[in-house]
């Protein structure tokens, strides 16, 4: 599975919007790019992911770049509620799925 | 609500003993993950079984097993505890074998703290 590479931790003020950033120049053509979050320790949380085109849903748009070497999670309107460690990682096809998490971005949301 | 059900959310022991933690994967799904966070080794993939039957297996101890049930719920058998295990058990589960396509869901947790 490629590696990712995150921040250790970033700031965002209530109501704009969150750019986490994820470099995983080692991606392989059949590998999609997941983001989940944990908020303190609970269990981690599903956002999106994606292969080759920009997603979407209610909680969050996925950037990838063509070359698929980056990707951008934008959340919105970032809230308090999304203060949390943001998990970037990359799955490939064919390897039973099971998720290895880095240490992820620590998004701190302030007022 | 992810629809992973992960009992019980606590558990407290003394080294040396034996415990089990349940997991009720959401409706329909077939597989079932384990993973272990700890302070020190962050959040670690011990375990996948799929339909009943072991499919992938990590970073999982020889003093550690699970099993999948014909209703699909799994267990995580802990034995021979040590401090070290103290740590947060998630249980997640996915519809098929584990198709890069398709999101895991994580259960709440069982935080077991081991005395």
């Known amino acids: 599975d490629a590696k990712t590479t995150q921040p250790p931790s970033m700031d965002c003020a209530e109501g704009r919007a969150a750019n986490l950033p994820c470099n995983h120049s080692?991606?392989?053509?059949?590998?999609?790019v997941y983001w989940y979050r944990q908020i303190h320790s609970q269990g981690p949380q599903y956002i999106i992911h994606g292969l080759k085109n920009n997603e979407t849903n209610e909680m969050a748009s996925l950037i990838i770049t063509e070359d698929r070497k980056s990707s951008t999670l934008i959340l919105p309107h970032a809230t308090l509620r999304d203060t949390a460690v943001y998990y970037c990682?990359?799955?490939?096809?064919?390897?039973?799925?099971?998720?290895?998490f880095g240490q992820g971005t620590t998004l701190q949301v302030k007022p | 609500d992810s629809g992973v059900t992960q009992t019980p959310k606590h558990l407290i022991t003394a080294t040396g003993q034996r415990v089990t933690l349940r997991c009720s994967p959401r409706?329909?799904?077939?597989?079932v993950y384990w993973y272990q966070q700890s302070l020190d080794q962050g959040l670690q993939f011990l375990i996948q079984y799929y339909n009943g039957e072991e499919r992938a297996k990590g970073n999982i101890l020889e003093r550690f097993s699970a099993q999948q049930f014909p209703d699909l719920h799994s267990e995580l058998n802990l034995s021979s505890l040590e401090l070290g295990d103290s740590a947060l058990y998630f249980c997640?589960?996915?519809?098929?074998?584990?198709?890069?396509?398709?999101?895991?869901?994580f259960g709440d947790g069982t935080r077991l703290s081991i005395l």
């Open positions: 080692t991606i392989s053509g059949n590998e999609y």
């Open positions: 409706s329909g799904d077939l597989s």
């Open positions: 997640a589960s996915t519809e098929g074998t584990g198709d890069s396509n398709q999101p895991q869901h």
């Open positions: 990682i990359v799955l490939t096809s064919g390897n039973t799925g099971k998720l290895i």
